[in-house]
């Protein structure tokens, strides 16, 4: 199983709300990555979990909030976004650090109203 | 100058076409190296890792030119299927990997 995958597909949320992506790998791998992509432009890291420990945070603000409860889970709580928060966000596993190869999830679309 | 840097396209060839495609690093420190492919609106697929003995896939040969800094994809013999966006990907240490913008390939019929 190569498989990542990643709920819900689409979000729209007010400024205001409270909501949750998340991400399940079932592949053993031990890192898994959040990153934020916007329209024509590179996915961009913004965490880094490492064993189930956050390793890398890529000066994201608090508004995003991740959270590792084991080594096939990964969330990222979003509290407070602002419009130009509004990007498709993908989450990625490897086997070990960044220098494996990483499998990305079908990605999250996210539009902040 | 970027960290990674590719020609953004895009190539536009014709089926059956040989295509080959070029990404640049700076830091020669990078460690590992590889191709994705992003199809619009979709993820990143990992293509190919790119070794330093170079390595072949089917129609899809990478290569790695330290000396020179770069890497490249080679595609024979363009599909329909081929069309999408190439990602070149850099890793350096421990906690850092670079994205290149893209390459744009559209194959016509």
């Known amino acids: 199983d190569t498989e990542v995958t990643q709920t819900p597909k689409h979000l729209v949320m007010g400024m205001t709300n409270k909501k949750s992506l998340k991400c399940e790998q079932h592949?053993?791998?031990?890192?898994m990555y959040w990153y934020k992509q916007k329209a024509k432009k590179p996915p961009e890291l913004m965490f880094v979990?490492?064993?189930?420990?956050?390793?890398i945070n890529e000066s994201v603000p608090s508004r995003f909030s991740p959270e590792c409860p084991n080594s096939s889970l990964l969330n990222l709580h979003l509290h407070a976004l602002q419009p130009e928060d509004s990007a498709l966000y993908l989450c990625?596993?490897?086997?070990?650090?960044?220098?494996?190869?990483?499998?990305f999830g079908p990605g999250t679309r996210l539009t902040v109203l | 100058r970027k960290e990674v840097e590719q020609d953004p396209g895009p190539f536009n060839v014709p089926e059956g076409a040989t295509v080959a495609f070029n990404c640049t690093y700076s830091?020669?420190?990078?460690?590992?190296f590889f191709w994705y492919r992003q199809d619009c609106r979709k993820e990143p697929k990992l293509l190919m890792s790119?070794?330093?003995s170079g390595n072949e896939d089917g129609r899809f040969t990478a290569q790695l030119n330290r000396a020179s800094q770069y890497i490249s994809l080679l595609i024979r013999d363009s599909k329909l299927s081929d069309s999408a966006t190439y990602l070149c990907?850099?890793?350096?240490?421990?906690?850092?990997?670079?994205f290149g913008t893209g390459t744009r390939l559209q194959v016509f019929p």
């Open positions: 592949m053993g791998h031990r890192a």
């Open positions: 979990y490492s064993y189930e420990k956050l390793s």
């Open positions: 790119v070794y330093s």
């Open positions: 990907v850099v890793n350096v240490g421990t906690d850092k990997l670079i």
């Open positions: 830091n020669s420190a990078s460690q590992s």
């Open positions: 990625a596993s490897s086997q070990e650090g960044l220098e494996a190869e990483q499998f």
